[in-house]
């Protein structure tokens, strides 16, 4: 088969974890919330720890990556991420976990699934997002971009190819202002190294006219409404392209990728 599932498993500040699966396999990426919530999130999709494969983190800030030395020990897991991340996060382990690296510029491969980070800007070491596809050179690609403050022209080129995309869409900037954060969290939050605001994805969805499928992730439930991201992303969308919130309190909408290009070469 053909496809890649992507289930966010829990979005937002107080703990991100999206689920990626493929032919028999299925991993991570990032680990926020803590172990039981992980195992009780997985159990209602049907699936335990067991069935990982490994976990990949996209920085050290901890609504993503404090779960992950307790469920990667539990269930015998390596964890994936840059030098950089592991250089800020190392003493959240205890030296048990399998710790392995990656270069945030370059692909690599796990049981069949090409994993193609990028870096994007952010207050973290040395953070990432990432593309995914079942053929190294696939034309087209399943995206997950968080964490990000704002659009450079090398994300809109890593993003190109995805025609089915995670993305972040953060918070509305009026309701930021106005809202109850401190005067430097509103300023970091909205600034160029924090996190995109509504109106940014609906810009960078409009570069990318390739996606048809996409989850909104990472929602502050102080600074924004799902309603709201949705009316504005929905503005910006063509009309085909279906678009749905992640949660944070349970799993959210499967987003299915399922390469056309690929369908028809294999039916040809
Ligand atoms: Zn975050
Ligand atoms: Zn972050």
Not at 95 to 117: C, K, R, T, V
Not at 168 to 184: F, S
């Amino acid at each position: 088969m053909m496809e890649i599932r992507l289930t966010p498993l829990a979005s937002g500040s107080k703990g991100n974890a999206t689920l990626i699966q493929w032919q028999n396999n299925c991993l991570l990426i990032d680990c926020g919330p803590n172990a039981k919530t992980l195992d009780a999130r997985l159990d209602d999709l049907g699936l335990t720890g067991a069935d990982l494969t490994a976990i990949i983190v996209t920085h050290e800030h901890s609504d993503h990556i404090n779960g992950a030395p307790v469920f990667a020990r539990r269930h015998n897991l390596p964890i994936y991420m840059s030098r950089g991340t592991y250089m800020a996060a190392s003493h959240k382990f205890n030296g048990q976990e399998s710790i392995a690296f990656f270069d945030i510029h370059s692909s690599f491969e796990l049981e069949g699934l090409h994993i193609h980070p990028f870096p994007v800007p952010h207050d973290a070491r040395e953070n990432c997002a990432f593309t995914f596809s079942l053929e190294k050179d696939a034309d087209e690609h399943l995206g997950y971009l968080t964490d990000c403050g704002h659009i450079t022209p090398h994300i809109v080129e890593a993003l190109q190819a995805c025609t089915h995309l995670a993305l972040e869409a953060n918070h509305c900037p009026k309701m930021l202002q106005v809202g109850p954060y401190p005067a430097q969290l509103k300023k970091r939050v909205g600034g160029d190294y924090g996190h995109l605001a509504n109106e940014q994805a609906a810009a960078l969805l409009q570069a990318l006219p390739q996606v048809e499928d996409v989850r909104l992730m990472h929602l502050s439930e102080q600074n924004n409404a799902p309603e709201k991201a949705l009316e504005i992303i929905r503005q910006a969308a063509d009309a085909h392209v279906n678009i749905s919130v992640a949660w944070q309190d349970k799993p959210s909408d499967v987003l299915i990728y399922n390469p056309k290009k690929a369908l028809l070469k294999q039916a040809s």
